[in-house]
């Protein structure tokens, strides 16, 4: 056992073990020690930090220590260098304390303690030798690229784009030429549109080689995946962020050339309907925080540029069920038409309360319609655009998807704390027990109803339920439809659960919306070649044919805003 003499040092040794004679940094938790492998009186000469085999908190860093005490430590260096490792570097000469962080430790008693040196605290001889650690100061390597990491060959591109306007007459690209240049970029084939206008093509008309290489050399150089790379071309450079309107070259080049959208490229009174429908269903997937700009972490957790490359490979542009589906388009917007009487392009709480013969409740229309999930500024008061019809109309029909989630969430949740109470489930449910009255169908009263949805639910806080248990459970499309979709909600309670499990086997794979869209379009198509067959017109079938007679001044008087809400 030795006991060690009082010295003008602070020592700490209540709550760490301590092996041989250890000075501990109060303000770093860092500890100055002696054994025989580390030589302490070099290491607080050189700065380097000198691993050893004792049982370490955090890396040794020199802090001050007291002249006395280093002649200490300097005469068991030497007893420790000849007897256990010779090849130890000799000790050095004795360090004065170094002030400025000595300064900052806080004043403490002076402690007395006893060490009691023990077998693992001592290395053997074979472990004289330590390992080689990472140089003091050493620079950590680069691990975050936030466009993209380094690997291309920057000038092996631009050759082959050289080579490629060789190739066209006159060296100049036109845009319908535009997709052999977008190829040879490494880029998918219906990024033409907006490379086209990035590089100058709208202004005349057509695109040379040495007007295209600086704008791509810029690109290429800065942006080294396909994502960056993307948001660079969409916003020509002076965003890092995309809107609605970015989106339009594209989704117009689409409908331009697309082989599965040949019969709607004569139909141009239609191209503006069909581009704002997939903007809208673009925003309403990729854009999950709501604000109506899309940035690139956002398009990298979506699956939006996959999609994009994929309308290269398939010609049936129906297959693409994400965004571009002319068969969902069409359901959306005669479902729209439908309501839309006077044919304004919007559409009021009343029409809204038609929707499904009135499957909506009245206190859910008003939420929608107060401005609690209406994304950005609002056209006119107390109306609906076309595009937030897209999004009410997507989250109707698949409660699964986390963007109708957090969009009936918001409906729900009256005083916007986060968390849907009891008073608020009761608010909703209270129309709901009514009309189940009117009807004639006993209710459930509704501390049964409210039992079983925490059950169902299981939330994390006791008695209130937030978007975070709603994402996590499987029963969230029922938990919605109790509330506020009472023709849904019967037809939960009253489907058998053998032939619901048989119809969602057959229908492994789509998701609810694809499945509501595909039963939709058959009607409507049945409905449209019922006149031809019988000879018989009706006011329904009529409406639905209005909709390819709808005229351009009609399609555009609509101000469409994708901007997200708060």
């Known amino acids: 056992m030795t006991t060690l003499c009082a010295v003008p040092c602070q020592f700490l040794g209540l709550k760490i073990p301590i092996y041989h004679s250890v000075l501990v940094d109060q303000r770093c938790s860092r500890a100055i020690h002696h054994c025989d492998v580390c030589n302490v009186v070099q290491r607080l000469e050189s700065g380097a930090a000198i691993v050893c085999k004792s049982i370490h908190y955090g890396v040794c860093q020199p802090v001050a220590i007291p002249p006395t005490k280093a002649r200490i430590i300097k005469k068991r260096e030497e007893k420790a260098t000849a007897k256990v490792s010779p090849h130890s570097p000799p000790a050095k000469p004795q360090l004065s304390p170094q002030p400025k962080v000595a300064d900052q430790l806080s004043p403490q008693p002076k402690v007395v303690t006893e060490v009691k040196p023990t077998t693992s605290a001592t290395p053997s001889p074979k472990s004289a030798d330590p390992p080689n650690p990472a140089p003091s100061g050493s620079s950590i390597p680069r691990f975050y690229f936030p466009l993209g990491q380094p690997a291309s060959d920057d000038v092996k591109e631009l050759k082959k784009v050289s080579e490629v306007f060789g190739t066209l007459k006159e060296g100049k690209a036109y845009k319908n030429d535009f997709g052999e240049v977008t190829k040879v970029c490494n880029c998918p084939l219906y990024w033409k549109g907006p490379l086209f206008l990035a590089a100058g093509g709208d202004k005349l008309g057509c695109v040379t080689s040495a007007s295209f290489q600086p704008v791509w050399k810029r690109i290429i150089q800065k942006h080294h995946d396909d994502y960056s790379r993307f948001m660079a071309i969409m916003t020509q450079m002076k965003r890092s962020y995309l809107t609605a309107d970015d989106f339009v070259p594209l989704i117009q080049d689409v409908i331009d050339t697309h082989p599965g959208l040949t019969f709607l490229q004569e139909a141009q009174e239609f191209h503006s309907r069909y581009l704002h429908t997939v903007i809208a269903r673009i925003f309403y997937t990729v ?85 609690a999930v209406t994304r950005g500024s609002v056209s006119r008061e107390g ?184």
């Open 383 to 566: 109306k609906m655009s076309y595009t937030e019809f897209v999004w009410f109309l997507l989250a109707e029909e698949d409660k699964k998807h986390p963007t109708a989630i957090e969009y009936w969430f918001r409906c729900m949740d009256l005083d916007g704390d986060g968390l849907l109470s009891m008073y608020e489930l009761e608010y909703f449910y209270e129309e709901q027990y009514n009309k189940m009255v009117s009807l004639g169908i006993e209710p459930m009263p509704f501390e049964d109803c409210l039992c079983q949805m925490l059950d169902m639910i299981n939330p994390t806080i006791p008695g209130k339920i937030t978007l975070r248990d709603l994402k996590q459970s499987r029963m969230t499309p029922l938990f919605f439809d109790t509330f506020f979709n009472l023709e849904k909600y019967l037809d939960h309670e009253q489907r058998d659960p053998f032939a619901a499990a048989k119809e969602a086997e057959d229908m492994e794979g789509m998701s609810d919306w694809e499945r509501y869209a595909a039963e939709e379009y058959e009607m409507l198509v049945a409905d449209e070649t019922m006149p031809g067959q019988d000879d018989v017109f009706d006011d329904d079938v009529l409406e639905s044919a209005e909709v390819r007679r709808v005229t351009r001044a009609d399609m555009e008087e609509a101000d469409y805003d994708y901007t997200g809400g708060a």
């Open 287 to 371: 854009n999950r925080s709501w604000s109506g700009q899309i940035n690139i972490p956002e398009l990298r957790r979506s699956n939006l540029l996959q999609v994009i490359s994929s309308l290269e490979e398939e010609d049936d542009i129906n297959q693409i069920t994400d965004f571009f589906s002319y068969e969902h388009f069409y359901v959306i917007y005669c479902k729209f038409w439908e309501l839309d009487t006077d044919h304004d392009l919007f559409i009021s709480q009343q029409d809204l309360a038609r929707h499904n013969d009135g499957a909506i409740s009245s206190r859910m229309a008003e939420r929608i319609f107060s401005g």
